[in-house]
Every structure is written in C-alpha cells, then in structure tokens.
C-alpha cells in the first residue's frame, strides 16, 4: 500500500544525490526573482518531512520540531551544503524506515496536522510527506538551474 510513497521517497533522496554537486555553494541563500533559495528548499524539505512523519505517528511537534520550523523561515549563513543536503537525506532516510514499520490495518486511522489540526489519516500524512518533499526536490532543481 506505501510503496507508491516509498518510490516518492526514495526518487527524492536520488535525485538530492544528483544534484549535490550542482549547487553553488556561494549562492545558497539566493533568492533568484524573489523565488525560494536553496537552502529555503532544503531545510523546508527535511522539516515538511519530518514533522508529517510526526504527525503520521499520531505526535505532536516537539519543542525541537518547533524551533526549526521557526527557523526555516531565516537564511543560515553558518549552514553548508553538504549539512543541509545531510539532514535532508536523513529525514528521508527515517521515513523510509517509518514507511515499513507502518501496519496496513493503520492506514485509516485518524490523524491531526498542524496548530489548526486538520484531519487526516495516517496515510494521508505519510503521501503528503513522499509528495511533498518530491515538489521541494523539483523546485530545487529549478532553482539550481536558475543560479
């Protein structure tokens, strides 16, 4: 039943891994026409994923969670590359592992997100964090050819 969302998943940590060396590290923080940065799109992408994985668990936000949801809003300047594309691959990597774990008969049980808690179910969480994150891969990717 997740296997569609562990393709999404999967595509997007090889896609990262193709576009590493493309990035220009000297432009990180560019917004090019006022358009997301990278380093926007590789923070917002670890930190989508990881709190819908949250979410999927049936968890609220930690006081961690929470702060680098506050902070994905600022440029990092002491941030790299290479940490940046980290994180992002780690947070892949843990809802692969998420994905696995998750029982079938779960898949429909109800789910919250956000401060408005929006209803949704477990899957929901889980192919909105696949899907989402491959949009932040595409939107990279453009970006990275835009700089």
């Known amino acids: 039943m997740l296997q569609p969302a562990a393709h999404s998943l999967l595509h997007s940590r090889e896609e990262l891994d193709r576009l590493a ?4 590290a000297d432009a990180l923080w560019t ?3 006022g358009a997301a940065s990278i380093g926007w799109h590789l923070k917002h992408l670890a930190g989508s994923t990881d709190r819908l994985m949250s979410y999927a668990r049936g968890e609220q936000l930690s006081d961690e ?3 680098r ?3 994905e809003s600022h440029d990092d300047p002491a941030a790299s590359v290479a940490e940046l594309l980290a994180r992002a691959k780690a947070v892949l990597q843990a809802g692969l592992v998420q994905l ?3 029982a079938t008969a779960s898949l429909t049980e109800p789910r919250a997100i956000g401060r408005a808690q929006l209803p949704t179910t477990v899957i929901g969480c889980l192919f909105h ?3 989402h994150a491959y949009r932040h891969v595409g939107q990279l990717a453009t970006t990275i050819r835009q700089l």
């Open 21 to 24: 060396p493309l990035i220009p």
């Open 31 to 33: 917004k090019p026409g």
């Open 65 to 67: 969670q929470k702060a």
């Open 69 to 71: 949801l506050t902070a």
């Open 100 to 102: 696995e774990a998750t």
């Open 129 to 131: 964090a696949a899907e």
